[in-house]
């Protein structure tokens, strides 16, 4: 299938779910009142799915490239965020272990489709 728009992309469909996910982590637990680790984990699962969007639009594959390195540390970022709120005690193991699977999982598949861009870097898209 042909990627005509962002939403086309497989891993920024899964960032969005992300962002789902985090986000009814975040109003649904005490971790709403802890404000600012609500809001870096917010931003940094927004930043997933945007920096690949903000990247399609980019021109070329080696600034999409770029883009898509930045949604990649989004989700490190995420999964570092994710301990601090474990560690606090604001989701349980299940939730935990959910979010970090699906983030590992969004992770590596922007890190393919990093690969598959950096083959076709003089092609365009």
Same mark, same amino acid.
């Given at each position: 299938?042909?990627?005509?728009? /962002? ?56 600034? /999409?490239?770029? /883009? ?7 989700? !490190? ?14 989701? !349980? ?11 590992? !999982? !969004? ?5 393919? /489709? ?12």
């Amino acid at each position: 299938m042909a990627i005509e728009r /962002f939403e086309d992309i497989e891993s920024w469909q899964l960032a969005r779910q992300l962002c789902q996910e985090v986000y009814a982590l975040v109003t649904g637990s005490a971790l709403s009142k802890d404000f600012s680790l609500k809001d870096q984990m917010l931003r940094s699962s927004g930043s997933i799915m945007d920096n690949i969007a903000e990247g399609f639009d980019g021109g070329s594959n080696r600034e /999409f490239i770029r /883009f898509l390195q930045y949604a990649k540390r989004s989700c !490190t970022e995420l999964q570092s965020q994710l301990y601090r709120a474990s560690d606090q005690g604001y989701c !349980t193991q299940a939730q935990f272990d959910d979010l970090c699977a699906r983030v590992g !999982t !969004t992770r590596s598949k922007i890190g393919a /489709f990093i690969n598959y861009l950096s083959k076709h870097l003089d092609h365009p898209r």
